[in-house]
């Protein structure tokens, strides 16, 4: 008999409308926030944006350290990590029989941000930064080099951002690494 | 010669108020159902999205009018014009508020203040359909024709519905004259609306509406999740603004026509006359508050499927309303 009614009445479709009208009076202006607890969850992007997270793997920058140079000694290693072989290192003999690094290209468009190359990296030289809002008009605005791939270091890592990333999320391995020291700075 | 102005002018205000209504009905949707799954809906046009349906309405008029190389050419080009033209023509018998005198010259309430006012709307409205058929028809494309049959058979099967659940209303009433349904209703029982005495008829009435315009949880024929936009799938630019603004009028008119038939049209809601006295305001009012109905239910409930749509029609809709008119005609007889 119950059931009956309630199949008249359509018991079951007034629950939902009921629902969407608390749902739709509590975007409005709030008075059953307890209750449904669900107020607008919409972000308008451009407007409001949200900060990554901490250890965040966005656009790549070329760690430097205290003194502001270069960390990167050229040894390839993320470069053979790299599942989408997106890395490109050139090095050359310097003046002093150093082995320098002339070239580091990351074609971004490639990259799939899985942030091998920084587990890899024996000096923490690389990184992946927080930024995340790059657009560009051509592919060849992708292909980050060495200039402006140091430049992300100072945009996005300045301070003590950079350290902080390598304290809580990636140690680099030369703390206890057994190679040679001092290779090249 | 000033009978002809004045009916000009009231066919230029009207009609033109009539747009800007569907225009501003598409916002007021979208903000509804925005709020209803916890969204804000358009918010970027001018304050909180108010530009939106005309920066919309600027987008479809130069949008690019595309004709499918296969489609039937003039029928794909007439069809959205057959479809506008329905919802747009039934717009004239819509009944806005009791007709007054200025002078010698008596100012009507609707456009054409026709004797066979609902049949008119009724005929206009099934010949709406034709447009959604010829669409799909024309078209060529599997999609846009399975739009189009569903949309036949649910106007075979909803018409009959809605037909029938107004006859107690026009029993009730002895007319089919909009202006004289809602003035007869000022001395119903009780509360001056026929939606109590009639209520089986106005619940199906307003199912039978939401079939009758297409929208959810009757959208069969424009499924998005099934026959990508069904019959006008095919259409871009401004022929599918028509068919747009067409489901819009659709849905004004089976508005206007459930608060004309049934809540008592112009006159005030009862008890609340002191507010503002009987008038277009009144006849808006609860013209919105329908909107707001069907906007609610669309965010709430799911689609039918295909042949639970046609049982409902056919065996609860169809057997409800003949009952109701049954009863409407023992009460006639009786008291």
């Known amino acids: 008999m119950i059931s009956l009614?309630?199949?008249?009445?359509?018991?079951?479709?007034?629950?939902?409308?009921?629902?969407?009208?608390?749902?739709?009076?509590?975007?409005?202006?709030?008075?059953?926030?307890?209750?449904?607890?669900k107020t607008i969850v919409t972000r308008r992007y451009p407007k409001e944006k949200r900060p990554a997270a901490p250890?965040?793997?966005?656009?790549?920058?070329?760690?430097?350290?205290?003194?502001?140079?270069?960390?990167?000694?050229?040894?390839?290693?993320c470069s053979a990590m790299c599942p989408s072989?997106?890395?490109?290192?050139?090095?050359?003999e310097g003046a002093d029989f150093k082995k320098t690094v002339t070239g580091y290209r990351v074609d971004v468009l490639r990259c799939l941000y899985c942030a091998l190359c920084v587990e890899a990296c024996p000096y923490g030289a690389v990184v992946?930064?927080?930024?995340?809002?790059?657009?560009?008009?051509?592919?060849?605005?992708?292909?980050?080099?060495?200039?402006?791939?140091?430049?992300?270091?100072?945009?996005?890592?300045?301070?003590?951002?950079g350290g902080r990333y390598f304290e809580r999320f990636w140690t680099p391995k030369k703390k206890n690494f057994k190679g040679g020291d001092n290779i090249a700075s | 010669m000033l009978n002809l102005i004045i009916i000009l002018v009231k066919i230029a205000v009207v009609i033109s108020i009539a747009l800007l209504h569907v225009a501003y009905a598409s916002y007021f949707e979208r903000k509804v159902i925005g709020h209803m799954q916890v969204r804000m809906g358009p918010m970027e046009v001018g304050w909180h999205g108010l530009l939106q349906p005309i920066a919309d309405g600027i987008k479809l008029l130069f949008k690019?009018?595309?004709?499918?190389?296969?489609?039937?050419?003039?029928?794909?080009?007439?069809?959205?014009?057959?479809?506008?033209?329905?919802?747009?023509?039934?717009?004239?018998?819509?009944?806005?508020?009791?007709s007054f005198k200025i002078g010698a010259y008596t100012v009507g309430?609707?456009?054409?203040?026709?004797?066979?006012?609902?049949?008119?709307i009724l005929a206009m409205s099934s010949l709406g359909a034709y447009g959604v058929i010829l669409s799909g028809w024309a078209s060529n494309s599997k999609y846009a024709f399975l739009g189009s049959l569903r949309s036949s058979a649910q106007v075979i099967s909803y018409e009959v519905a809605m037909g029938l659940s107004l006859i107690g209303v026009i029993?009730?009433?002895?007319?089919?004259?909009?202006?004289?349904?809602?003035?007869?209703?000022?001395?119903?029982?009780?509360l001056g609306w026929y939606a109590v005495p009639q209520f089986p008829g106005f619940a199906i009435f307003c199912i039978a509406a939401l079939a009758e315009t297409n929208r959810t949880p009757f959208d069969l024929p424009e499924a998005e999740s099934e026959l990508v936009a069904g019959y006008f799938a095919e259409y871009s630019g401004f022929r599918f603004a028509l068919f747009f603004m067409a489901e819009y009028m659709g849905m004004f008119i089976m508005a206007a026509v459930a608060v004309?038939?049934?809540?008592?049209?112009?006159?005030?809601?009862?008890?609340?006359?002191?507010?503002?006295p009987p008038g277009v305001w009144w006849f808006l009012v609860k013209v919105y508050v329908l909107f707001f109905i069907y906007f609610w239910v669309r965010s709430t409930l799911p689609r039918y499927r295909y042949d639970q749509l046609m049982a409902l029609g056919w065996k609860f809709m169809i057997p409800i309303s003949l009952a109701n008119i049954i009863l409407t005609g023992l009460w006639k007889v009786v008291f």
């Open chain 1, 5 to 37: 009614l309630k199949k008249i009445f359509l018991y079951e479709i007034v629950q939902g409308l009921a629902l969407t009208l608390r749902v739709w009076i509590s975007g409005l202006f709030d008075p059953f926030k307890k209750k449904t607890n």
């Open chain 2, 171 to 190: 029993m009730l009433s002895g007319s089919l004259n909009l202006s004289d349904i809602v003035e007869a209703q000022a001395s119903a029982w009780p």
């Open chain 2, 109 to 120: 309430g609707s456009l054409a203040d026709l004797n066979i006012g609902l049949l008119f």
């Open chain 1, 85 to 92: 072989k997106c890395i490109h290192i050139h090095t050359s």
């Open chain 2, 260 to 276: 004309a038939c049934f809540l008592g049209g112009w006159n005030p809601v009862p008890g609340l006359g002191w507010i503002f």
């Open chain 1, 55 to 77: 250890g965040f793997r966005g656009l790549h920058a070329l760690a430097k350290d205290e003194n502001g140079k270069m960390k990167c000694v050229g040894c390839g290693m």
């Open chain 1, 128 to 161: 992946l930064t927080g930024h995340y809002e790059y657009s560009g008009f051509s592919r060849e605005d992708f292909v980050y080099d060495m200039p402006r791939l140091l430049e992300n270091w100072d945009k996005y890592m300045a301070g003590k951002d």
């Open chain 2, 64 to 98: 690019e009018d595309i004709i499918p190389a296969n489609a039937d050419r003039h029928v794909f080009m007439i069809a959205p014009m057959i479809c506008f033209f329905g919802a747009m023509s039934s717009i004239v018998v819509v009944p806005f508020f009791g």
